[in-house]
């Protein structure tokens, strides 16, 4: 059988990243981990305890109760996804609205916060077979990781296809307030202490400004089988 590797998908916010994740990890049979899912339903929790508010997270409350926090992924049947949930709670939809994407770059900051959910992802990872999505897998999470792929696209780009995607959920929101979060985002996770968003050394650049969904997995399915061949060969000398 072919060796399994870690492949870490890095990048700015709504480029596309768990978009080929997912369709790389169905091509490869690999397990798909959406990192980014678990800093939102941390976020989720701190809103509905009153923890955040106006842009504003009580960081030293946050961290008083982490402990309470359960964060799983458990599998749809049905649209055999996975789901998460917080605290036995099934929170999949909850997490990708606005409030949530508002709040969640600066509970992303905290690094208590980090250093918990770091340690989830690796324990998710250890058996590789694996492609994991965020802002520091490659250069935090899986330094090690085979593959990693840091993805890009320029921000209108990136602002017009979440807009397109929530107003196709039907939910109620204007290309500026999306712009202007997407563009927010990407500064606090870019400008962070505790291990900011960033290219690591040996990560391949994929811009897909001008790259549908099918062009883009083709590059990566291409990369991934690349890596894996070269694995798989035993050099006798
Ligand atoms: O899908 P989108 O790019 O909008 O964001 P996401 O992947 O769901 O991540 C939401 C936020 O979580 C990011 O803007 C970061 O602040 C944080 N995050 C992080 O700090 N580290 C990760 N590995 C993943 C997400
Ligand atoms: O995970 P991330 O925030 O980087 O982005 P995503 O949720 O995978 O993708 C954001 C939206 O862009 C989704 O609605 C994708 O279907 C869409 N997309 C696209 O229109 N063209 C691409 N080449 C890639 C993604």
Not at 36 to 57: E, H, P, S, W
Request: charged share 30%.
């Amino acid at each position: 059988t072919n060796p399994k590797i870690v492949i870490a998908i890095d990048g700015h916010s709504s480029c596309g990243k768990s978009t080929v994740a997912k369709e790389l990890a169905k091509a490869l049979g690999y397990i798909y981990l959406d990192s980014g899912a678990m800093y939102r339903a941390v976020t989720l929790f701190a809103l509905k305890n009153g923890l955040a508010a106006n842009g504003q997270v009580n960081e030293p409350e946050l961290i008083a109760r982490l402990p309470e926090i359960t964060i799983e992924f458990r599998l749809n049947p049905a649209s055999r996804q996975n789901e998460t949930y917080l605290n036995g709670e099934n929170v999949e939809e909850e997490i990708r609205r606005l409030p949530v994407s508002t709040h969640v770059s600066p509970v992303a900051t905290i690094r208590e916060v980090r250093e918990a959910t770091v340690k989830q992802q690796q324990a998710m990872g250890k058996n590789k077979g694996i492609v994991m999505d965020g802002r520091d897998i490659g250069t935090a999470v899986f330094p090690e990781a085979e593959l990693k792929i840091f993805m890009t696209a320029s921000p209108e780009v990136r602002a017009q296809r979440r807009y397109d995607e929530l107003i196709g959920k039907g939910q109620q929101v204007s290309f500026e307030e999306i712009l202007h979060n997407v563009e927010e985002r990407d500064r606090i996770d870019s400008g962070r202490e505790v291990s900011p968003l960033r290219k690591a050394d040996d990560a391949l650049i994929l811009d897909n400004s001008y790259l549908n969904r099918d062009e883009q997995l083709d590059w990566a399915l291409q990369k991934a089988r690349e890596v894996i061949r070269n694995l798989g060969v035993v050099n006798i000398e």
